[in-house]
């Protein structure tokens, strides 16, 4: 809205006369205002005036000098554009309440016309500030969690490294007999280790999209042990945006049945795992693994470890609320039904964290 330009009053049209509007403006409990045809601030209702504290000559000839000073120019480029090609406006900017407060607010309009002519805007303002104050408090805690976060896994993925190291030392200074479940004991822990890593590497660590994080650990996994003769695959439809809790479980659980597909066969055996994820719209996210391997049997003369693998995912299931039912065979394939937890997707135009 233009301002301290000499007014002229608009005259009445067909569409609805200034008295008429005046009044039905004066009984909305919300702030309107109205302009001429050249942009020119004509009317604004009891409502703007009880906000503003001012008279009705006061804010005609001058309203915009109690817009905040950081937005006045953006608001007012902004009209005059709109203005210009006689389209919907709206904006957000700040205004000076009667108590010398500055508070936010929406401020929308739609152009007015009369037998295909021009009349100008009426327009309406509504307090934002506590929305905006709620979206920026909401966006600083989820900064500070992810912070809090980061330095958590920073934490964790240290000590796992000195664990591998204990483990090894131990490994070969146990008897033979032993040393497989030492051996099997450490890629466990170096499993977690690329779990934790793959968490802390995620551009949003607090709401961690699962395909591009699966995808990511499954090109992990497949290096860390037997390089070269574990392909693991990622199929299905759809992806979803999980919390921390779910994917460190979800990671735990993916790597016990690629490190169980590898115990079981023989080290020229090449082990294939095939995830499948239904991200179906409205329904839970539910995840299908088959694990299987080439052929060929566990040589003789292997030692072998303690079969876990069932507990160990049963375990790391129930911690984050997962349903879990079968073997990840072929026969028998892994079902996973995650939790129905909201998780909020970033805001956009935020920085990721990496």
Same mark, same amino acid.
């Given at each position: ?26 009984? !909305? ?6 302009t ?31 817009? %905040?000073?950081?937005? $006045?120019?953006? %608001?007012?480029? $902004? ?30 309009a739609?152009? !007015?016309h009369?037998d ?14 506590d929305?905006r /104050? ?13 912070? *809090?976060?980061?330095e ?12 591998v190291?204990?483990? #090894? ?15 099997? *004991?450490?890629?466990r !822990? ?8 793959h968490?802390?590497?995620?551009? %949003?660590?607090?709401s961690?999209?699962?395909r591009?994080? *699966? ?8 290096? *860390? ?9 990622? #199929? ?19 790597? /016990? ?9 023989a080290?020229? !055996? ?29 040589p003789?003369?292997k ?11 049963a ?10 039912? #079968? ?11 995650l939790?129905?937890v909201?998780v ?11």
């Amino acid at each position: 809205m233009s301002a301290d330009t000499p007014l002229t009053e608009a005259g009445p049209g067909p569409a609805m006369a200034d008295d008429e509007f005046r009044r039905f403006a004066d009984f !909305v409990p919300l702030m309107m205002w109205r302009t001429d045809a050249q942009g020119r601030a004509v009317h604004h209702n009891e409502a703007w005036l009880a906000y503003t504290g001012r008279s009705q000559a006061e804010e005609r000839t001058g309203w915009h000098r109690g817009s %905040h000073p950081d937005d $006045a120019a953006v %608001h007012a480029a $902004a009209f005059e554009s709109a203005s210009a090609a006689r389209t919907v406006f709206t904006g957000e900017f700040r205004l000076r309440r009667h108590d010398g407060a500055y508070r936010w607010l929406l401020d929308s309009a739609k152009p !007015v016309h009369s037998d295909g002519e021009f009349l100008g805007y009426v327009g309406t303002c509504v307090d934002i500030t506590d929305r905006r /104050e709620a979206r920026e408090q909401s966006e600083r805690a989820l900064v500070e969690k992810e912070a *809090l976060l980061a330095e958590v896994y920073h934490r964790v993925r240290n000590n796992l490294q000195v664990m591998v190291s204990l483990i #090894g030392l131990y490994g070969r200074a146990a008897p033979a007999p032993c040393r497989g479940s030492f051996e099997a *004991l450490g890629q466990r !822990v170096r499993a977690i280790a690329l779990v934790q890593q793959h968490l802390h590497e995620a551009p %949003h660590i607090a709401s961690i999209d699962l395909r591009d994080y *699966l995808h990511r650990l499954a090109s992990g996994l497949g290096q *860390l042990r037997r390089a070269g003769r574990i392909g693991v695959t990622i #199929g299905g439809t759809g992806t979803s945006l999980v919390e921390p809790r779910t994917a460190n479980a979800l990671g735990m659980i993916v790597a /016990e049945v690629v490190s169980e597909c590898l115990d079981t066969t023989a080290e020229s !055996v090449a082990c294939t795992i095939a995830i499948t994820i239904d991200a179906a719209a409205g329904a839970p996210v539910r995840l299908s693994v088959v694990s299987g391997n080439e052929g060929g049997a566990v040589p003789a003369g292997k030692v072998e470890v303690p079969n876990l693998g069932p507990r160990l995912i049963a375990a790391y299931a129930a911690q984050a609320e997962i349903a879990a039912h #079968g073997l990840g065979t072929r026969a028998e394939p892994l079902t996973l039904q995650l939790p129905e937890v909201l998780v909020h997707p970033p805001e956009e135009g935020r920085i990721p964290r990496r």
